[in-house]
């Protein structure tokens, strides 16, 4: 299946990155031709990944050695989209802290947030925001429980228990999310997929409503159901981590279900 069988017009794509581009940093299909052919039907495309450690202006660094050009707006991962949402709920910035990485904290910065990491402890918290932290230590943990448990608002980019690498599944900032829900007995507000406001910041970029926006994907839980609480079409490709039977099986129904993304378009 491919573009052609979606009933509605489809003007743009918000594509996720792992699964969907490439496999263990290993490209999926002839990238440079399929990016060819999304521009030879006049689709506007976003990236729109969970990870939050690097920055867009590294994506696409990454994509041009593949032979793929996008600029950094045409990026959009977690840690931007927490950041637009806590803009959203504290206009005028503030102090936060901050579990996790280069991308989250140049995230925070750009929307005039103040940072704290590690022992440092802010005066006056707007609020906890974590992320994924490969060198998350048990003094962060307790910081973020203490600001937590005196009320600082618990923000989080995504809530992925894991993510692939060639070794297997590692932890993810889900693991950590856990650790301090079990340490607070509070919930954070996510912004990653599932949740919407990552693919809506996506649609706001590029000028388009759901409707006329299909979701790509290897998830069924985050990329498919993000899609469908976004409002848009979804399209599930097979070289991730999903089989054909489970993603058969999905219920509201994925709209595409395709081997790979060159398939789609």
Not at 247 to 258: G, L
Request: net charge negative; aromatic share 6%; proline share 6%.
């Amino acid at each position: 299946m491919n573009l052609d069988n979606i009933s509605s017009p489809i003007k743009a794509l918000i594509l996720d990155v792992d699964g969907v581009l490439w496999r263990a940093g290993q490209p999926i299909g002839d990238l440079s031709t399929i990016f060819d052919a999304i521009t030879a039907r006049r689709l506007k495309v976003t990236l729109a990944t969970n990870n939050s450690t690097d920055t867009p202006a590294a994506y696409v660094q990454k994509l041009a050695k593949l032979g793929v050009h996008l600029e950094p707006s045409q990026l959009v991962n977690s840690s931007l989209a927490v950041a637009t949402l806590l803009k959203e709920k504290f206009p005028d910035g503030g102090e936060v802290y901050v579990i996790g990485e280069i991308g989250l904290i140049e995230a925070l910065r750009a929307e005039g947030f103040t940072p704290f990491l590690g022992e440092e402890e802010p005066t006056s918290p707007t609020a906890v925001v974590v992320g994924m932290d490969m060198s998350i230590t048990y003094e962060k943990l307790t910081q973020a429980t203490l600001l937590i448990r005196a009320g600082a608002p618990f923000y989080a980019t995504n809530a992925d228990r894991t993510y692939p690498t060639p070794r297997g599944q590692y932890p993810g900032a889900g693991t950590i999310l856990a650790a301090l829900t079990t340490a607070t007995d509070v919930g954070p507000i996510v912004a990653g997929k599932p949740a919407p406001y990552l693919l809506q910041l996506a649609m706001q970029r590029m000028g388009v409503s759901p409707e006329e926006t299909l979701m790509v994907g290897d998830r069924l839980a985050t990329d498919i159901l993000g899609g469908q609480n976004a409002g848009c079409k979804t399209a599930l490709v097979l070289s991730g981590v999903t089989t054909r039977e489970d993603a058969e099986a999905w219920m509201p129904k994925v709209d595409i279900i395709a081997e790979n993304l060159g398939e789609i378009i």
